[in-house]
T-cell receptor
């Protein structure tokens, strides 16, 4: 069941540059999307979310873009910092369900 | 800042034994969840709980699993007869509402079944 897909298992970005993490989904019933960050041996930490009625949401260095027609969302981190190195999960919800459906994650490495 | 806590951080058990994983959700949250992550795989939903009953469960959450809110603060996941394939990180989460509201995760319990 690959309703939420993150096709890049890893990404390496230089400090100060932009990190772009991508996520695709297949279920058109999803209407709320979230990005979580996860360090080893810790639980996922909520970063930013977006409702399907919007196409952009910004919070500090983090911006999420949603393209509903393409069933695609992306997380932009700018400028990237070494502390951003972690695994990033895209997750989705439907209006009638309570469960988060997660992608497989993208490991971001921010180098000096 | 309020946070979800989980105990123990690591549980080792023999196959066939019962385990109880414990969670203390954020105090004003009304919705509670369990997820698991098998090593190298994605985080998977197990069950959601609201108003003292299960509101949704996945196909993974079969008869060997149960959840309970024994008092006003704890939320537990019981695995009755553990199997080798139950070895995973188990995450508890809570939220104020459901859709449109973020779920906050605990640090997880690593369950190892030998």
């Amino acid at each position: 069941d690959q309703q939420v897909k993150q096709n890049s298992p890893s990404l390496s970005v230089q400090e100060g540059r932009i990190s772009i993490l991508n996520c695709d989904y297949t279920n058109s019933m999803f209407d709320y999307f979230l990005w979580y960050k996860k360090y080893p041996a810790e639980g996922p930490t909520f970063l930013i979310s977006i409702s399907s009625i919007k196409d952009k949401n910004e919070d500090g260095r983090f911006t999420v873009f949603l393209n509903k027609s393409a069933k695609h969302l992306s997380l932009h981190i700018v400028p990237s910092q070494p502390g951003d190195s972690a695994v990033y999960f895209c997750a989705a919800l439907t209006g009638t369900a309570s469960k988060l459906t997660f992608g497989t994650g993208t490991r971001l490495q921010v180098t000096l | 800042e309020p946070e979800v806590t989980q105990t123990p951080s690591h549980q080792v058990t023999q196959m066939g034994q019962e385990v109880i994983l414990r969670c203390v959700p954020i105090s004003n949250h009304l919705y509670f969840y369990w997820y698991r992550q098998i090593l190298g795989q994605k985080v998977e939903f197990l069950v959601s709980f609201y108003n003292n009953e299960i509101s949704e469960k996945s196909e993974i959450f079969d008869d060997q699993f149960s959840v309970e809110r024994p008092d006003g603060s704890n939320f537990t996941l019981k695995i009755r007869s553990t199997k080798l394939e139950d070895s995973a990180m188990y995450f508890c989460a809570s939220s104020e509402t459901t859709s449109g509201n973020e779920q906050f995760f605990g640090p997880g319990t690593r369950l190892t079944v030998l």
